[in-house]
């Protein structure tokens, strides 16, 4: 079994409707990261969440550390959103330095 | 643009080859992180370097090595090269402390990519 695991794996969803992406991991974090990647490849990190909730425009993202999961929601979506969500857990520093533990991503296409 | 810069962005190369893919952290940025995201694999940590020392190891081969220089650029070595190598290698960089508690962890910055092809 992953440490981390995303679900969906794939979401088609209509411009305007509101995604809702999880991730549930398996260890004790220090921080668990929302990555955003488009298709050309590059890779922008949309929140770093130790606790609670961060909002970022259109943008939320939410962490329940008891229960280890996160979600990530976009709201009123547009096709420009259309990427590969990837959710990533920070290991405490002393356990394992900074090292980054990766979910399999979610495929989101917005249709205009 | 990310602030962090690598190179090259497309290489290929051949079995058995060896390549140097280079980054440059944003500045201000002392860690420098590698990471591998192959088709089958998805993304996985390689090496972090914080202030040119080695901080901690993931899933690197032995095949691969890194350093950082005291100008805080990084290299990733890459020898006798595999198909299987073929993958985008990101490097990213942050403005993470030497260890300075268990929640502090900066957003990471994440150059475009070097896309490896091994042919």
């Known amino acids: 079994k992953n440490e981390v695991e995303q679900s969906p794996q794939n979401l088609t969803a209509q411009e305007g409707e509101f995604i809702t992406i999880n991730c549930s991991y398996s260890?004790?974090?220090?921080?668990l990261h929302w990555l955003q990647q488009h298709p050309g490849g590059g890779i922008v990190s949309l929140f770093m969440?130790?606790?609670g909730k961060k909002k970022h425009g259109r943008l939320i993202a939410t962490i329940n550390i008891q229960e280890k999961h996160s979600s990530l929601h976009i709201t009123a979506s547009h096709p420009r959103d259309s990427a590969v969500y990837i959710c990533?857990?920070?290991?405490?520093?002393?356990?394992?330095?900074?090292?980054?533990?990766f979910g399999g991503g979610t495929r989101v296409l917005v249709k205009p | 643009d990310s602030g962090v810069t690598q190179t090259p962005k497309h290489l290929i190369t051949a079995t058995g080859q060896r390549v140097t893919l280079r980054c440059s952290p944003r500045?201000?940025?002392?860690?420098v992180y590698w990471y591998q995201q192959s088709l089958d694999q998805g993304l996985q940590f390689l090496i972090q370097?914080?202030?040119?020392?080695?901080?901690a190891k993931g899933n690197i081969l032995e095949r691969f090595s890194a350093q950082q220089f005291p100008d805080l650029h990084s290299e990733l070595n890459l020898s006798s090269l595999e198909l299987g190598d073929s993958a985008l290698y990101f490097c990213?960089?942050?403005?993470?402390?030497?260890?300075?508690?268990?929640?502090?962890?900066?957003?990471?910055?994440f150059g475009a990519g070097s896309r490896l092809t091994v042919l």
């Open positions: 990213a960089s942050s403005s993470d402390g030497p260890g300075t508690g268990a929640f502090l962890a900066n957003v990471l910055t």
């Open positions: 260890v004790g974090i220090s921080a």
């Open positions: 969440l130790s606790s």
């Open positions: 990533a857990v920070r290991l405490p520093v002393r356990a394992a330095g900074n090292k980054l533990t």
């Open positions: 500045s201000g940025d002392l860690s």
């Open positions: 370097y914080y202030n040119g020392e080695e901080r």
